[in-house]
């Protein structure tokens, strides 16, 4: 109908990750080589032990599942002009909430019922610690950047020490095994997966993500959360509670990072353990921006970092891993530069259009 | 007689934002110690060209010049808005680029600070702005916040804030929308003052009457480019109307235009009554007990200088404002509770008087913004599914582009790409093109083009027949007097007077805007 102005968006949405992964690519061919080693080598290797074996594939898969779901957590809360720096401490509630059902049931609960309770936990608990900066913003006020920070401190440390002194394993950090409730790993299907950690949970950030795209784009709710993220006072003017579609899009982003946990819980190690979200949530920001908030860029962003986490590991032979995390700060910075959103987060509301 | 010495020049100007040819060839020569009216219809390129002239943007193609203290013309073509600053090049945007957390006097001062012992020497502050305020007639309280004025006052800084950093060429974009018949006689006195101090003025505007009554020489845009030169005592209000536009048009006269008060069915059942509303806005009684009714069949029309309360009784009529104490009745309902949707619901439509704050989502598309506020109605069928219904969405977008003649015809495109007067037609379109019976009309021709101001006039009185409703709240005098059954003057919070049409002049009303009371009229 359109193709030149539906053209001009996707290249308006593609252009900019795609420059700063270049701008990243060039930066990191500059460290290479000043660590004495080829570019060429380091990134074939790179490649080889991410999409280039089952095995390292695999570990992408799983590790992009958890930054989809963050991802999406922080794109969905952008979208209502809501910035969510709090999903690292709604997927640890996630995660913990969804060992704790896993414990809860009895052994033997037929997956069929027990993987959505502990589904529904996760949800739950991200959607509770996520709601308390909505709530907290559209009631008093109170900038959700700063509540969403201290969250994640009083949320971690919280869990840390309802595990430490109530649920551990003696000698570890962790909670003892679900006995009901866990997902099937992809190499039950397909063996050459053998090793990975990716798993069913997959499929359910993947579904989520195409949820929240029919969400954003399709529903009279996604019209009316857009609009009050674009233009709070023309969204108000249209009949919409601009403090009510706060509240239930911080409860959707946390349950949605919340949703992440189940990853690491139930199609992983079974338990939940400290520490298992470190990064993860403030990765989701970088997935979120790369992604241009929108779901289907989130899912490619996702994998793209999953990419680079992974790479760094195999890379280690030749260069230090840490190269790795340089390069993603790259990324991001480059990203932060060039896409529009951020320039707008950080300058303030733009002014109208001219003449 | 010589040509004067020439101020500025610009010559063969092309600009383009992505694929908007906002100046193409473009030219511009003005004189020295010379009102110079830079006129044509929204989108024809006006304020692109001046922020080029500011430095704000480098032209594509196309050269610059500007007088230097010398009087020699020096090319200054891409120079920066600071290089312009020192050189004596100041400009009035038209939406305001204040700081609305500081006060009107360190927004004046701003980048040219007052410092004694490296500290802001607040005081000096005050007293220069005082100064220069008395000096020109400016008057706005130096130690209030930006964010608590109007957009009249907050306009008064802005023109403060240039003349504080000595401007000889000031450039004013579209100053009079929000003044008073008043106080644009008090702007164009502080303009002849100033052009007569050697100052050199170029007025953006698409007013026919300011073109007339200040400018010395007039230019005259359309589409990107120079259409007519002239001076002033040699044009007409239609010789300039049509260069414009490019063909003739019906200029709207409020004597031709007088309200058909005759035909307009006198109801004794009011549609809109407000009982002693009273609205609070920053600790102040915004709307200080303001009763009125209109009734169907009847445009009540509100005059007043902005920000004397018309922004709040408005928005608390719709429900975008808390009401203190008093009532506010929709036929027979009371809806001063009432949600934005539930008033929607009893049949109250609103054109806001911000457009591109309040009335449209820029980003969204045509379609999208055609069925801001009736989002709900386009949500599924029988099955209340949540998805949107595209192809309903689709229709009516097709339906009312054609019949609002909203331009160019295609719903897919973001509302931020139409031209101001075609988005303002959006806005009529959604609110008038449905089913309704009280109108809140709140400046509803602001900063759009001749055209569209005589569509939009058409569409209110075709209202008005049809039986609606309508208040209608406005700056321009003019409009009131072309379309207002009756006239309420709003100052202070109070409705100081209701007059019917005939007994409303300017005479009478100008000085009941500022305060005077109704000479011809002994106190209640």
Redesign the interface.
Known sequence: MTTPATRRRVEEALLPPLVALLVALVVGDILIILVGQSPSAVFSLMLSGTWGNWYGFGQVLYKATTLICTGLAVSFALRAGLFNIGAEGQLAAGGFAAAVMGLVLPAGTPGLLAVPICILGALAAGGVVGAIPGVMKARFGAHEVIVTIMLNFIVLALLNWIVASHLHVPETLHTPDMRAGTVARLMDWVPAFHGSAVNASLFIALAAAGVVGWMLFRTRAGYELRAVGLQPDAAEYGGVTVGTVWMKAFLISGALAGLGGINYVLGYKYYYEEGFAAGSGFLGIAVALVGRNHPLGVVIAAFLFATLSQGGLAIHALVPKQMVEVLQGVVILAVAAAVPEVRRLVMGARSGAAT | MTAPALAIRMNGIHKSFGSVR?NRGAQLEVGTREIHALVGE???????LM?LLAGLYAPDAGTIEVAAASGELRDVTGWSPADAITAGVGMVH??FMLVRTLTVAENVVLGREPVRGGMLDTAQALRDVRRIGEQYGLRVEPERLVGELSVGEAQRVEILKTLFRGARILILDEPTAVLSPLEVKELWSVLRRLRDDGATIVLITHKLDEVIDISDRITVMRHGETVARMATREATPESIARAMVGRDVRLRSADEASPSTQSAIRSPRSSLSVTNLVVMSRGIRAVDGVSLTVAPGEILGIAGVEGNGQTELIEAI?G?RAVASGTIRLGERDVTTA???DR?AVGLA?I?EDR?????????SVA?NLI??D??R??GGARRA???DDARIGANAEDEIERFDIRPP?G??PA?ALS?GNQQKIVIAREMGGAYDVLLASQPTRGVDVGAIEFIHGQLRAAREAGKAVLLVSAELSEILALADRVAVMYGGHIVAILPRREATEDRLGPLMTGATDPTRPAA
């Open positions: 906002a929204n989108g024809a390129g006006k304020s692109t922020r038209q939406h719709a975008l949600s934005v949707r929607a609103h806001p591109h704050r309040r009335g449209l989502v820029l980003d969204y999208e801001l506020g989002q709900h386009y949500a949540w998805a949107l295609d897919a495109l931020r101001g």
